[in-house]
């Protein structure tokens, strides 16, 4: 399977404790957005990177979250001391330059925190 | 503000019958407007997309969304529902051209035999 990949699929952490997700894109994709979806809700824009370059960042991502696509190929997705408010999915999707390329979505990793 | 609103959190339609999920959106310019679907346990797989032109849009799985600046609209259709079907269905914009998608809440989409 050649689509976006996202790891671990599940994590359940203890308040307070840090968490990173990886996500790995379609690899001809140079573009990789990372959202956030909670229950009942659609998918909420995190961050977003062309190749290596982080571009533009929520205001929803505060300053516990981090994100990096080192070599332009897979990003990380760090959380630091986590919240119960943090529990959510996190989605990784990616797709090619162009603005109205769709986007290619993973699985998601889902978050719960205790 | 720009958005993205799916009226309908759940539809019905009975099997061999036509379904229309809705969508609307706010913006000053033109968007490039999605509909993706999201079956349980899975990624959200991508249907069909409107940029520019033709105002009716053919995708996958034998969909369509018909694009209406008028009523600044874009309802996801198909002449005859599927049980298979049945799943979680976003409408999503990039309304400022600027590659953020805004995603609707979702419309649940049930389809009986």
């Known amino acids: 399977d050649t689509g976006v990949s996202q790891d671990p699929r599940h994590k359940i952490t203890k308040r307070g404790q840090n968490v990173t997700f990886r996500c790995d894109p379609i690899s001809e994709h140079n573009r990789l957005y990372w959202y956030r979806q909670t229950l009942g809700q659609g998918p909420e824009f995190l961050t977003y990177?062309?190749?290596?370059?982080?571009?533009?960042k929520s205001r929803l991502l505060s300053d516990r979250f981090s994100a990096e696509r080192p070599k332009g190929s897979f990003s990380t997705l760090e959380i630091q001391r986590t919240e119960q408010g943090d529990s959510a999915m996190y989605l990784c999707?990616?797709?090619?330059?162009?603005?109205?390329?769709?986007?290619?979505f993973g699985p998601g990793t889902r978050l719960t925190v205790l | 503000a720009q958005s993205v609103a799916q009226p309908e959190d759940q539809v019905n339609v009975a099997e061999g019958n036509p379904l229309t999920v809705k969508c609307t959106y706010s913006?000053?310019?033109?968007?490039?407007l999605f509909w993706y679907v999201q079956y349980p346990n899975r990624g959200l797989q991508f249907l069909l997309k409107?940029?520019?032109?033709?105002?009716l849009v053919k995708g996958s799985y034998g969909f369509e969304a018909e694009f209406n600046k008028s009523q600044t609209s874009f309802h996801l259709k198909k002449p005859s529902a599927l049980v298979s079907d049945s799943a979680l269905y976003f409408c999503a914009g990039d309304l400022t051209d600027t590659d953020k998608l805004i995603f609707g809440t979702g419309t649940r989409l049930q389809v009986f035999p």
């Open positions: 990177f062309q190749n290596e370059a982080q571009l533009e």
């Open positions: 999707a990616s797709s090619v330059t162009l603005t109205y390329n769709e986007q290619f």
């Open positions: 409107y940029i520019t032109g033709d105002n």
């Open positions: 913006v000053s310019g033109n968007p490039y």
